[in-house]
């Protein structure tokens, strides 16, 4: 599904486009070399890897995979990916060893607990083949994208700015949705003291598109949706939750009806 001139969504729960435990995974044209954000938990990836040849790219050109922060969701599916192309997996530096080693990983031992895998499937960790830091510039092909580091959701969360012509387009994973929720949880790494001190790093970015790690993105206006976010966490009272209102992605009984 192309949504700017550049970016495409090849993969996605809320859209039908991959499996349903699936982040948004968005691919982007960045002309001789292609470059995926996100690649979902590992259960959709042939539908991922379809949909990008569906949306007329070949997988061989695809070079980077980029992870917006350790939460499997994200990138599980990345390993098939890297054997399956030429890709290399990049990571926040502040995410690598979460990622390499998931033997004590807060969110996987908790979606386990509930039941919230599909019987069969195995978690397995993954070595990124490269890491960047906050403020990092990261040339692909002839786009260039600025690493933004947002601690908040997790201490390694990383949002990605790059132009597509005069679009300015800010990926964000899961630390700011549509309407400035944010990915408050309660779970080991999430901090709302972080979120206050890292969100302000978003403002005055002139952002156009806002692409989530899950549900609506928006292709126009999205800095509105970061000043809502940064305006609710200079108050008192908690800041909507994205995943407050999508409780249900995280209901079994809800899960099973969908994946069968
Ligand atoms: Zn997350």
């Known amino acids: 599904m192309r949504l700017t001139k550049r970016t495409h969504l090849v993969g996605s729960e809320q859209f039908?486009?991959?499996?349903?435990?699936?982040?948004?995974?968005?691919?982007?044209?960045?002309?001789?070399?292609?470059?995926?954000?996100d690649c979902g938990l590992g259960l959709g990836t042939e539908e991922v890897l379809s949909n990008i040849t569906r949306s007329?790219?070949?997988?061989e050109r695809l070079t980077h995979i980029l992870i917006t922060h350790s939460?499997?969701?994200?990138?599980?599916?990345?390993?098939?990916?890297?054997?399956?192309?030429?890709?290399?997996?990049?990571?926040?530096?502040?995410?690598?060893?979460?990622?390499?080693?998931?033997?004590?990983d807060p969110g996987i031992r908790i979606n386990v607990k509930f039941g919230r895998y599909p019987s069969g499937f195995v978690p397995r960790s993954c070595v990124p083949d490269s890491s960047f830091s906050d403020g990092d510039q990261i040339k692909i092909g002839d786009?260039?994208?600025?690493?933004?580091?947002?601690?908040?959701?997790?201490?390694?969360?990383?949002?990605?700015?790059?132009?597509?012509?005069?679009?300015?387009?800010?990926?964000?994973?899961?630390?700011?949705?549509?309407?400035?929720?944010?990915?408050?949880?309660n779970l080991e790494g999430c901090s709302l003291e972080d979120y206050r001190r890292d969100i302000s790093k978003l403002a005055d970015l002139n952002v156009d598109a806002l692409f989530p790690g899950h549900s609506v993105f928006v292709l126009n206006r999205g800095q509105k949706h970061i000043e809502r976010a940064i305006h609710k966490l200079s108050d008192f009272v908690l800041p909507e939750s994205f995943f407050e209102d999508n409780e249900f992605v995280w209901d079994r009984d809800y899960l099973k009806t969908l994946t069968g």
């Open 16 to 37: 039908g486009l991959s499996h349903p435990l699936d982040c948004n995974c968005y691919l982007i044209d960045c002309g001789s070399e292609l470059a995926l954000v």
């Open 56 to 59: 007329g790219f070949e997988i």
């Open 71 to 104: 939460h499997i969701g994200h990138w599980g599916g990345s390993e098939t990916i890297r054997k399956r192309t030429k890709a290399r997996i990049w990571a926040s530096t502040l995410g690598v060893s979460s990622m390499s080693n998931i033997d004590n």
């Open 143 to 185: 786009v260039e994208f600025r690493m933004i580091q947002v601690q908040g959701h997790t201490k390694d969360s990383t949002c990605f700015l790059f132009k597509d012509d005069s679009t300015q387009c800010l990926f964000t994973g899961d630390t700011v949705f549509y309407a400035g929720k944010i990915g408050l949880l």
